[in-house]
């Protein structure tokens, strides 16, 4: 079956220390991983998918099938990085059918 | 553009009444997805239409239906409403061929 688990319901840190959101899944087969966001009265928006290889916001992303891990790190964060973070898996081939984590509620303290 | 627009913001309803949710999209997308987020639980697929004229069952299908009126609009039906399903309920649309999922602002829906 196709699971996405976020341990952390809730994650607080202070502006300009490390972050790093886990993300573990199971899926048999290829599948395509991405970091959803949720800021404050915003709509649900894309952040990074691993295909991408890319950084956006200073997040990055490394998809670890030994591990089955798609951990989110940022190196300093900062106060508007507050905010609901999904991890989702989709297949690659096939409908392209999200399933979503438990979400991970990032607070950045001053 | 105002991409993925969802109508109504928020809805009470009680036991047994019926409504339905009204999603558009005007980015020409092939593929349309129902969502519903709890509290805990993330975002759950309802229903999705992978291209206009098809529509399947995603993982909480039960107590809802759904139309896809054309290639813009896909609604989602409750017949009789239950307790169970206060939720927030999110619609999205996808090019075909896969990746980003646009989403829209959201309908908060309560059930007494």
């Known amino acids: 079956a196709q699971r996405v688990t976020q341990p952390e319901k809730l994650l607080s840190v202070f502006k300009g220390a490390p972050v790093e959101l886990k993300c573990n899944y199971s899926?048999?087969?290829?599948?395509?991983l991405f970091w959803y966001v949720q800021y404050s009265r915003q709509r649900l928006q894309l952040l990074l998918r691993?295909?991408s290889r890319e950084s956006i916001k200073g997040f990055t992303a490394d998809l670890n099938k030994g591990e089955t891990s798609f951990h989110l790190k940022k190196p300093f964060a900062q106060e508007e990085d507050s905010a609901m973070y999904y991890c989702a898996l989709t297949s690659i081939q096939g409908a392209q059918k999200l399933v979503f984590g438990q979400g991970t509620r990032l607070t950045i303290n001053p | 553009n105002a991409g993925v627009t969802q109508t109504p913001k928020f809805q009470v309803l009680k036991t047994g009444q019926s409504m339905t949710l009204q999603c558009a999209q005007d980015m020409n997308h092939n593929s349309m997805y129902w969502y519903r987020q709890d509290p805990g639980m993330g975002l759950r697929l309802i229903y999705y239409s992978a291209s206009e004229g098809t529509t399947d069952k995603g993982e909480v299908p039960n107590g809802y239906n759904v139309s896809r009126l054309n290639k813009r609009e896909f609604s989602l039906r409750l017949e009789s409403a239950a307790p169970s399903q206060t939720s927030v309920y999110f619609c999205a649309s996808q090019l075909a061929g896969g990746g980003e999922q646009f989403f829209g602002p959201g309908t908060r829906l309560t059930v007494l």
């Open positions: 899926y048999s087969g290829s599948p395509e």
């Open positions: 691993h295909i």
